[in-house]
Nanobody, 121 residues
């Protein structure tokens, strides 16, 4: 099974920066995809950014040019560098991955516990 542990959340002023980290651990064969979602109070969870093993990335339109996702495949870790933060970025950020436990198993999803990001105006 895969476990995801996030770190790096916190409170910043409008225009500030934060870097989130998420490390995958446990017993698994491969991690194929890693990404970040967020959920603000009263809103649905939305995908912020993702990256596959080939380095292909995708971003939520509202964070393009401000957020950058990166991965260290050797460490099974994904990062989200968030610059020019805005109050509307305030949310709980969740790390997400798709991986396989064994060579023959089907891919499965794993979620982190979430980390709070608060941007004040």
């Amino acid at each position: 099974q895969v476990q995801l542990v996030e770190s790096g959340g916190g409170s910043v002023q409008n225009g500030g920066s934060l870097r989130l980290s998420c490390a995958a651990s446990g017993s698994f064969f491969s991690i194929n995809y890693m990404g970040w979602y967020r959920q603000a109070p009263g809103k649905q969870r939305e995908k912020v950014a993702g990256m596959d093993n080939g380095g292909l990335t995708n971003y939520l339109d509202s964070v393009k040019g401000r957020f950058t996702i990166s991965r260290d495949n050797a460490k099974n870790t994904v990062y989200l560098q968030m610059n020019s933060l805005k109050p509307e970025d305030t949310a709980v950020y969740y790390c997400y991955c798709v991986g396989t436990v064994t060579r023959s198993s089907l891919p499965s999803d794993t979620w982190g516990q979430g980390t709070q990001v608060t941007v004040s105006s």
